[in-house]
């Protein structure tokens, strides 16, 4: 069964940072162009940032220069990582393939908060 488990999320302070890691199982990671995904209470869930496979990288206007996406094939792990991170920041973030579009993992809580 291809899953995607998220982990490295918490609670951190405003100004903050966290590493999030995203291992992929038992696909072919290398092949695909892979996503992080926030979605913040009430709101509709956004794309955060994308890896290509050729490592090509693009962003939410919002978290440019602050969080960086990369990826480690032969681990097939996806890792995003966020600095000064702020309270609008707190949401739940999941990892795909950018191009599955009825799959969704548990994610992981990412909250920034005093």
């Known amino acids: 069964q291809v899953q995607f488990v998220e982990s490295g999320g918490g609670l951190v302070q405003p100004g903050g940072s966290l590493r999030l890691s995203c291992e992929a199982s038992p696909i072919s990671f290398s092949l695909y162009d892979m996503s992080w995904y926030r979605q913040r209470s009430g709101m509709e869930r956004e794309l955060v940032a994308t890896i290509t496979t050729e490592g090509d990288t693009t962003y939410l206007d919002s978290v440019k220069g602050r969080f960086t996406i990369s990826r480690n094939n032969a681990l097939k792990t996806l890792y995003l990582q966020m600095n000064s991170l702020r309270p609008e920041d707190t949401a739940v973030y999941s990892c795909?393939?950018?191009?599955?579009?009825?799959?969704w993992g548990q994610g992981t809580q990412v909250t920034v908060s005093k």
């Open positions: 795909k393939p950018s191009s599955w579009t009825n799959y």
